[in-house]
């Protein structure tokens, strides 16, 4: 099983939001984390609601993933 799901926003089929519902619904403490281009256009509650632990706004930096990694892991969900 993961400990940590890091997916974008748009893709074909079923977008990245779809997607955040569903794992959560089936694993709820699992941390996601959505990316996307959009990220400013991105409704954040919407995100929360739908079980995301967080956005991050592409280009992003690798110490900008692992910083939300870090507080991810701090809220001690696993």
């Known amino acids: ?3 940590v799901v890091l997916t974008d926003i748009g893709m074909p ?15 709820p ?3 996601i ?3 996307s281009g ?7 509650e ?3 609601v739908s079980g995301a632990s967080g956005v991050v706004s592409k280009p992003f930096s690798v110490l900008e993933v692992r910083d939300l990694l870090v507080k991810v892991a701090g809220k001690g969900v696993a």
């Open 1 to 3: 099983h993961p400990h």
């Open 13 to 27: 089929g079923m977008d990245g939001l779809e997607m955040c519902r569903l794992l959560h619904k089936r694993r």
């Open 29 to 31: 403490k699992l941390p």
């Open 33 to 35: 984390l959505l990316m």
């Open 38 to 44: 959009w990220a400013s256009e991105i409704d954040r």
């Open 46 to 48: 919407q995100a929360r």
